[in-house]
């Protein structure tokens, strides 16, 4: 089972890492040289982030995982933890702006909650698959 685990995971953060860099630096665009409000600019990187996000995750990472979901079934489920995620994502990067710590740490802590909670939910709900050992 680690064997299998392993590239997947591996695919995972890599597709993680695409969100993650892409939206970063959107959000440093906006919010540093356009100087918009952090909201905003973190909702164009979010943008950007959950759709190349979805892309690697659905057709690389768990591509052979997921045979019996029609595609629509997929995108919803995506959204449906996206958008607690999103809630979740702000109110940490929010609250740790509150105490006086810059969003672009906070991108930081939020990201480390999320690999663990997205890998999680995409891997038992949005991407099903048989998550049951094969013989070899």
Same mark, same amino acid.
């Given at each position: 089972?680690?064997?299998?685990?392993?590239?997947?995971?591996?695919? %995972? @953060?890599?597709?993680? =890492?695409?969100? !993650?860099?892409?939206? /970063?630096? #959107?959000? $440093?665009?906006?919010? *540093?040289?356009?100087?918009?409000?952090?909201?905003?600019?973190?909702?164009?990187?979010?943008?950007?982030?959950?759709?190349?996000?979805?892309?690697?995750?659905?057709?690389?990472?768990?591509?052979?995982?997921?045979?019996?979901?029609?595609?629509?079934?997929?995108?919803?489920? %995506? @959204?449906?933890?996206? =958008?607690?995620? !999103?809630?979740?994502? /702000?109110? #940490?990067? $929010?609250?740790?702006? *509150?105490?006086?710590?810059?969003?672009?740490?906070?991108?930081?802590?939020?990201?480390?909650?999320?690999?663990?909670?997205?890998?999680?939910?995409?891997?038992?709900?949005?991407?099903?698959?048989?998550?049951?050992?094969?013989?070899?």
């Amino acid at each position: 089972m680690a064997r299998k685990l392993s590239p997947q995971f591996i695919k %995972y @953060l890599a597709g993680g =890492s695409l969100y !993650f860099w892409s939206g /970063y630096a #959107i959000f $440093a665009i906006g919010y *540093s040289l356009l100087h918009l409000w952090w909201l905003w600019a973190k909702m164009a990187a979010d943008i950007v982030g959950w759709t190349l996000n979805y892309l690697a995750q659905r057709y690389w990472a768990f591509a052979p995982s997921h045979p019996h979901l029609r595609e629509i079934e997929h995108i919803k489920r %995506y @959204l449906v933890i996206e =958008s607690i995620g !999103f809630v979740l994502d /702000y109110l #940490i990067i $929010a609250g740790l702006k *509150s105490i006086g710590i810059t969003p672009y740490i906070g991108f930081f802590v939020s990201a480390g909650f999320f690999t663990v909670w997205s890998y999680l939910w995409y891997k038992y709900w949005v991407f099903p698959g048989n998550n049951r050992s094969t013989p070899s």
